[in-house]
Nanobody, 122 residues
Framework: VQLLASGGGLVQAGGSLRLSCTAS????????MGWFRQAPGKEREFVAG????????YYADSEKGRFTIVRDNVKDTVYLQMSSLRPDDAAVYYC????????????????WGQGTLVTVSS
């Protein structure tokens, strides 16, 4: 499956941004989807995951209540709605997909998008 992420940009602290990731090449609804991020000099970290149907979601502790992951299996797209953004949210955000496993398992993703840059000004 090919993944194309978009929606990154510059936002002021406290602002909101919505990232999108559109999949192609395979049946989107067969895949668990996730969002990850990597800030300069830091390791990539899990942000959020969503089940194949979209009924189940899972977040890293620091994102709970601020970020929302949703998916549209008709549009083959997963979104990450981010609000109350902080300077430490600045990173390259990646969407990812996996065939097997559970959305609460934050590892073993098989396919990755190219990343979209989020910059948060203070």
């Amino acid at each position: 499956v090919q993944l194309l992420a978009s929606g990154g940009g510059l936002v002021q602290a406290g602002g909101s941004l919505r990232l999108s990731c559109t999949a192609s090449g395979r049946t989107f609804s067969n895949y668990v989807m996730g969002w990850f991020r990597q800030a300069p000099g830091k390791e990539r970290e899990f942000v959020a995951g969503i089940s194949r149907s979209g009924a189940g979601t899972y977040y890293a502790d620091s994102e709970k209540g601020r970020f929302t992951i949703v998916r549209d299996n008709v549009k083959d797209t997963v979104y990450l709605q981010m609000s109350s953004l902080r300077p430490d949210d600045a990173a390259v955000y990646y969407c990812a997909a996996k065939w097997g496993g559970d959305y609460t398992v934050t590892v073993t993703y098989d396919y990755w998008g190219q990343g979209t840059l989020v910059t948060v000004s203070s």
